[in-house]
């Protein structure tokens, strides 16, 4: 089986405008939505029609190009202002993913040293950086796949696949690479409140004939207890110098549950995750998104009723076996071996 080309595409780029694959449908409707304006593209991030960390990144680099597209001209003097408040916008459509500012950055980087074909020049980065992931992704499986070895079974959280990334995915793209073989035993935990495992991840898999058990979350220690699993597998969104990881909700109770049932815990992630400017996570800002994200529609009028929605937590870094990357595997992550990656 060759599963390098997925048969799901979050993000593509034709005729010049960025088509997006509106997650907040799936799996009920695969409908692409057409962006030529980075604005209407931060809100989309900001919106989860577009969701996942390296997506939300190569999105918003391609939306800098939709903005040199819409305000480059030899007539107008302020078209890098314009682009660079543009920049801004699509900066603080969402704050965990650290992909985001990553990529936004490479993106404003390359345009101060542009001097002619602005257009053609931002576009092709977008699309390497875009090209790029996919390749990370595929290394990261394959590296990914090499520490597990004959996997009995695993279990992952929320989607971290092709939909959350250029392609291949990462921590979906270690469970592609390990079904390629021989892993049999798939378990997805659905991920609430947004249901990104029950909505997104086991469908992707479908897609590719990929086989795949959905638990509720809070049946994870009762999987742990009485199933036979050996490894947990998950992506981030942002990972600390010391290799402590932001990722999804639910993934701090699923370390430390693994810890439990001596189970070992994998982050799979590029190295464009890594936030080297934060010595520890406990700096990496959480996202809470709205009351009415969780709340059952009968309560989102009742002042009675409240929701507290954080949507991601921290691993320490003390509760993983190996964050893998594409540049390389650090075991027991910590401030000094994680410096392996830094080359
Ligand atoms: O809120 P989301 O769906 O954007 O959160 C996504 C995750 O937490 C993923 O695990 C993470 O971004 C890694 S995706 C390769």
Request: proline share 3%; with cysteine.
């Amino acid at each position: 089986m060759n599963l390098n080309n997925t048969a799901v595409a979050a993000i593509k780029w034709e005729d010049n405008k960025l088509l997006l694959l509106d997650q907040r449908e799936l799996p009920n409707t695969v409908n692409y939505r057409s962006y030529t304006q980075a604005p209407e593209v931060a809100k989309a991030i900001k919106n989860m029609c577009v969701r996942g960390a390296p997506a939300i990144g190569i999105s918003a680099a391609y939306a800098v190009a939709l903005s040199v597209q819409q305000y480059y001209s030899s007539t107008n003097e302020n078209w890098l202002q314009q682009v660079n408040l543009e920049i801004q916008e699509l900066n603080a459509s969402r704050p965990t993913a650290v992909n985001l500012t990553w990529a936004l950055k490479l993106m404003q980087q390359a345009l101060e040293q542009i001097k002619d074909n602005p257009i053609a020049k931002i576009t092709a980065l977008a699309k390497k950086i875009h090209a790029d992931d996919i390749v990370a992704n595929q290394t990261i499986g394959e590296l990914g796949a090499n520490v597990i070895g004959e996997s009995i079974g695993v279990l992952t959280h929320c989607n971290a696949g092709a939909l959350a990334t250029g392609g291949y995915g990462t921590a979906l793209g270690v469970i592609r690479s390990s079904v390629q073989r021989g892993l049999k035993t798939i378990y997805a935990a659905e991920t609430r409140p947004w249901l990104q495992g029950a909505r997104l991840t086991v469908w992707e898999l479908a897609q590719d004939n990929i086989s795949s058990t959905l638990i509720s979350d809070s049946s994870a220690a009762e999987l742990m207890r009485t199933q036979a699993i050996d490894w947990i597998i998950v992506g981030a969104d942002r990972i600390a110098a010391n290799g402590d990881v932001a990722n999804k909700i639910g993934t701090y109770s699923l370390a430390i549950l693994a810890k439990f049932h001596q189970i070992k815990f994998m982050v799979a992630a590029p190295t464009s995750t890594i936030d080297w400017n934060l010595n520890t996570g406990s700096k990496i800002p959480i996202e809470h998104r709205t009351a009415q994200e969780l709340l059952p529609a009968c309560y989102t009028k009742n002042k009675l009723i409240n929701a507290w929605n954080p949507v991601f937590d921290l691993t320490p870094a003390n509760l993983i076996t190996a964050i893998v990357t594409e540049k390389g595997v650090v075991f027991n992550p910590n401030s000094n071996n994680m410096k392996t990656l830094q080359c």
